[in-house]
DNA sequence: TTGAAAGCGCTAACAG
DNA sequence: CTGTTAGCGCTTTCAA
């Protein structure tokens, strides 16, 4: 590869000072429509691209974000980074992806290297904590723990509690009478979030809960859901409706059910949340809590833009509704 | 946040020049044990992290790869971005995800950016076109079209062809004597790979193929498949077995025919491509060709990683044996 | 074994 | 409207 050429190269051929062919790439300062005219001919002609180490170095803006996530493998994240990245592309901002694997110390290492590159801006999905030390760094944080004292923040979330609420009283209202809920360990809060609209939905329908139907599996794993169901359905275990607060986990418990002989809806029905394609595929079709993902980047990208462009202070929380998508997993009359 | 600490104050408080401090930080260049000591100590104490941007600028090379990828959303390059990302991270370098939506435009587009940022390599899925005039930028080709003339580069890809047929024949074999194949246009060699196999399952047990039942759609997606089997059904097409050439096609083709009352497997056989979660979830479980995408994936973070910190030079095409994955939806007496 | 100093490519303050 | 210039933080000769 020939080296690149810099912008001492451009200005000699334009027969300006690179000051000047700065301030053309830029648009600020001013300058003669001539001179821009020429300056941009000879950019062209040359395939002229700025260094951004350079640039980086000089401004301290990079015009890169970094995405910090949890799973890109996880369809929920993965449509979420999808959407920022293109959105932020389009705005001129390219985006670093960290995957954490849920993993605290990779995450902080992560943003270690976030800020070591000068990265513009953070957004952190289903962070495990707050990083204040990031001080006036734009951060935008979507799905996290929301256990932080200040509000000082951008924050932007689903419903989760009214989700787990929907998916549960819907299958009450299908009859069910003993669910068991599907979830997952670990400090996530949305996990927690759920959980707590389930136990409102029992509440109101006076449903007691029982305990030996909330099952805490150890991953966000298909494979899990399905072994742990498997072994509710060996012991015995009464239960007619199965409450997972997520995709994945449904599809694991929709193919434990299967191997069993056992059929959805027939014997026993099932909700998913996140409304992820494998909600559609899974079975006879999986009833699932929609979060609107797209308003959600949306939403992030805008805001992150917003204070790395315009240097404007956001603080606020946002709550997105959610909606409940009823597939033939809980089509038992009512 | 407080002004990053830089190098200068380092090697203030560490009562040595910067030179020395950056020879320790890069263990390259002599310094006594003591003074090696002191400074780390230094470097501890105040949190100090390297400026990437000043240091990219010095040396044009960033640890930064670019990871260009036609849709993050899709499990199966989810699933590669992932794996690279994480395994380079081990490495020290990070990852720039660029999503071009199978759009050359796009994809050209990000190249640029991507060079512009001083990327120190490049990994290309499933790509457009070669891009030459990136000279002697590490550039690892993975899953792209294989028109190029010249061999001198690295590429990875799995043996769609023989996925094809290894599908097409688990069909054959299973009954089936009129297979509808469920593709995709565009300029995706894969998909051609794997209708070449298709084609050499038929040859191979002297079946004919019948061009009404090759259905090529306009996008990978779910919906379409779903519609376009519809379609053929509603128009009583007779076929009793359907080759995707991927796992999300096939979950479409299982919905449509759930909706018309067809079981899968004892009206119509099917099977997949990727062997995705869908595949495992879908319906009473897809067949489906397994690509060892972990593999894939290592292989390509090794090499670029030799290529990017070894300066080798790696001209090298290899091709990934698949396997079968057979679930349920073939499950027919042969 | 260490330090001084040049300079990577760019921007921004200042001068004109 | 345009040019000169200092310097961002780091690496790397060269000299000691």
């Not at 419903?159 to 299908?174: F, K, P, V």
């Not at 929709?254 to 909600?279: H, M, N, S, W, Y």
């Not at 917003?306 to 240097?311: T, W």
Request: some cysteine.
């Amino acid at each position: 590869m020939e080296k690149a050429k810099s912008i001492k190269e451009i200005a000699k051929l334009a027969g300006v000072s690179t000051a000047t062919v700065s301030r053309v790439i830029n648009q600020n300062g001013r300058f003669s429509k001539e001179t821009e005219e020429r300056v941009r001919r000879v950019i062209r002609e040359n395939d002229y691209i700025p260094n951004m180490s350079a640039k980086g170095l000089r401004t301290s803006r990079t015009r890169v974000v970094g995405i910090i996530v949890p799973d890109i493998t996880n369809p929920h994240f993965a449509n979420l980074v999808l959407h920022l990245e293109m959105d932020l592309f389009r705005r001129g901002y390219s985006c670093l992806i960290c995957n954490t694997n849920e993993s605290e110390e990779l995450e902080s290492k992560h943003i270690q290297s976030l800020t070591a590159q000068n990265v513009s801006g953070i957004v952190l999905i289903s962070g495990m904590r707050n990083y204040e030390e990031l001080g006036d760094l734009p951060v935008v944080y979507v799905d996290r723990p929301s256990n932080s004292q200040d509000k000082e923040e951008v924050m932007i979330e689903s419903d989760n509690e009214e989700g787990g609420y929907l998916a549960t009283r819907e299958l009450i209202q299908s009859g069910c009478r003993h669910i068991l809920i599907l979830k997952s360990l670990g400090n996530d809060s949305n996990q927690f979030a759920r959980y707590c609209g389930f136990r409102r939905a029992l509440d109101e329908f006076k449903i007691k809960e029982e305990r030996s139907l909330c099952i805490n599996l150890k991953a966000v794993s298909m494979e899990e859901a399905r072994e742990s169901i498997l072994f509710m359905l060996d012991r015995e275990a009464k239960f007619d409706g199965i409450m997972s607060t997520t995709d994945t986990l449904a599809a694991g418990a929709v193919i434990a059910l299967r191997e069993r002989g056992l059929e959805v809806p027939k014997d026993i029905l099932v909700t998913g949340f996140d409304d992820c394609q494998i909600a559609a595929a899974c079975g006879p079709g999986i009833t699932s809590v929609h979060q609107d993902i797209d308003q959600m980047s949306r939403m992030a990208a805008k805001l992150l833009f917003e204070m790395m462009h315009d240097g404007k202070q956001i603080h606020h929380h946002y709550r997105l509704p959610v909606s409940l998508t009823v597939r033939n997993s809980t089509c038992r009359s009512k």
